[in-house]
């Protein structure tokens, strides 16, 4: 059987190995085909498929952080997976350097907000944890934990400190305008963990039909976050709008407790993704 992970973090974002760390991490968990899809950043690419294995196949891809406007109250936070675009067309690229310019920007206000009650942490300390990757919240935590405020990344998400109290939204990319950018650079876009109510307010189906319309090709269906119930739900709306389903282990390192492969996608989706993406091809 063809073991495929389509969603994988390193430290070019909030994952905890390094993009060669990475790849030798998928071929010795007995992948045969890997995506690196860092937060907004292609930074990761090259030292990914500098070091790629033999006999791993490598997809280029990165998530891509969104929103969308037609909540009723406030816009929800959604995530885009973007596989194989051409990373140097010039609109994609500029939208992909906006958004890890405006986590930086988020990420110090966020440091502000905990220095003025009085938390010993600071800016410097963040961004060299984030080692000129893009930054996250994960980084912020590594902080707190340092400084014995809390003990694990998921306690750091909690209501007290980043999921709450200290929680200030990224701008990100408007969903549609994601989805456009994504094609006209060659890519196919793939919504991640459509489902994952335990990060917030998740986005309801008719704007999933709606995405389809807009050139979405796939649903994340299978992910630690999802409920059996939940991936049902999404196989089903995938089936019922011609999309792709997927499956992935949104892999972060020690940054979170799930192993690459633990959610795989089928041979016959990967094909699909890779026969509908102009910008790169596989690796491998
Ligand atoms: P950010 O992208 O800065 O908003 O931070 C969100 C990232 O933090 C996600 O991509 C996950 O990698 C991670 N994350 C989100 N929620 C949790 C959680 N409850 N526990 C651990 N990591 C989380
Ligand atoms: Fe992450
Ligand atoms: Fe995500
Ligand atoms: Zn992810």
Redesign the pocket.
């Known amino acids: 059987m063809t073991r495929i992970d389509l969603h994988c973090?390193s430290t070019a974002?909030?994952g905890t190995l390094t993009p060669a760390e990475l790849v030798r991490a998928g071929a010795a968990a007995g992948l045969d085909v890997m995506a690196i899809t860092d937060?907004d950043t292609t930074g990761g690419w090259a030292e990914a498929t500098e070091a790629r294995p033999e006999g791993l196949t490598l997809v280029r891809g990165a998530?891509l952080?969104c929103r969308w406007h037609g909540g009723r109250r406030w816009p929800i936070?959604l995530?885009l997976l973007a596989y194989l675009f051409d990373p140097d067309e010039p609109r994609f690229a500029a939208d992909l350097a906006r958004l890890r310019d405006d986590?930086e920007q988020?990420?110090e206000r966020i440091v502000d907000l905990l220095r003025a009650d009085g938390v010993p942490i600071s800016w410097p300390e963040v961004h060299e944890y984030a080692a000129g990757g893009?930054?996250?919240?994960?980084?912020?935590?590594q902080a707190l934990i340092r400084a014995g405020l809390v003990a694990?990344?998921?306690e750091?998400?909690?209501s007290g400190w980043?999921?709450g109290r200290y929680f200030v939204p990224?701008s990100d990319l408007d969903v549609f305008e994601g989805v456009r950018a994504v094609r006209a650079a060659g890519g196919v876009p793939v919504f991640a963990h459509p489902r994952a109510t335990?990060?917030g307010p998740v986005v309801p189906d008719r704007l999933v039909v709606e995405l389809a319309e807009a050139g979405l090709f796939g649903l994340e269906a299978d992910h630690e976050d999802h409920s059996p119930a939940e991936r049902a739900a999404m196989r089903a709306l995938a089936d019922r709008l011609g999309l792709v389903v997927t499956g992935s282990s949104?892999f972060?390192g020690t940054?979170?407790t799930v192993q690459l492969g633990a959610f795989q996608t089928t041979t016959e989706a990967y094909e699909k993704i890779v026969a509908a993406a102009t910008g790169v091809p596989v690796l491998g």
């Open positions: 973090h974002s909030d937060h998530e952080s936070a995530h986590r988020r990420a893009s930054v996250g919240r994960p980084h912020i935590a694990t990344t998921t750091a998400f909690q980043l999921g990224k335990k990060r949104d972060h940054h979170k």
